[in-house]
């Protein structure tokens, strides 16, 4: 007596017969376009070994999951916009997670994506993990990857911003208005975009023909505490920075506040260059000059990515870069102090 779980499913019924899946699913539907011979081989298969109907996979809720590694600032509500313009536009509704970091919170998360199965996930900045990929992937829902941390896997689509070419331009624009002393303070070494900004940085000054200062190379982590304390150790060296990149706008605002606290002025004695563009730094005293992330494209281009996915369709392309470009307010002036 055969049971349900040592019975077939059609695939296997159709690799025994070397007929297609298709053949086989027409015998067991009592479609009458199959050769009699080939209905009396497939026939014979199922009462030999009986046949396991497979359950149908439920279908998915009109939902994009949108996970961070932290609801803090203005970064994820720019990134919300882009999802949620795209998400409107196919009646589908957008979720929000924060996972912080946080193992519990993760589990919890996949737990209640499995059982909701979304149209897909959007996972920003940090990816998940290659287990939390691989249940996705079982479960077929599509993942796609927005300002991915670190290097996506050669099979999970991605978009990101031109990171390196950014740290460039912001050197280069110092360097223009005749700066040499150009410190920067990076993110994170496990970010992918930081390395990329600091690549761009150390190319413009060998293209300058400048060595690059390891003292004017302070180690950040995005955040405005650290710009603070990198700004106002490398202001008090004896031959400090005419000029500072932070590499977003968060330690640029670090780096305000270090400027104010030794008496420095911004731009008289010390420009700022920052990245991201968020919203509120053109209201900083005086307005932020900055790299512009294009935050609300990236996320839309991820969404429509994202639904291509969920209907089945190929991509044209499994990684998306948009450009960045120089915002320049007043933040940067010439130095005041001659070259070295």
Known sequence: MTTESSRLTIAQLAELAGVSTATVSKVVNGRSEVSSETRAAVEELIRRHGYRRQRRRSTPTALVELVFHALEGEYPVEITKGVAQVAREHDLTVGLSDLRRD??????????????????????????????????????????LLDPAGAPARNIPSVGAGNWNGGLTATRHLLELGHRRIAIITGPDSALASRARLDGYRTALDMAGLPVDPELIGRGDFFIERGLAESHRMLRLPDRPTAIFATNDGQAIGAYHAAHQLGLRIPDDLSVVGFDDLPTVRWAIPPLTTIRQPFTEMAAAATSMLLTLSQGEPLSQSRVE????????????????PPA
């Open 103 to 144: 193992r519990a919170a993760a589990d919890a998360w996949l737990e209640r994506v499995l059982r909701h199965r979304p149209s897909g996930v959007i996972a920003v900045f940090s990816g998940l993990t290659e287990p939390q990929h691989e249940q996705l992937a079982r479960a077929e829902i599509p993942l796609v």
């Open 322 to 337: 948009l450009a960045t470009e120089l915002i320049v307010r007043e933040s940067t002036a010439p130095p005041s102090l």
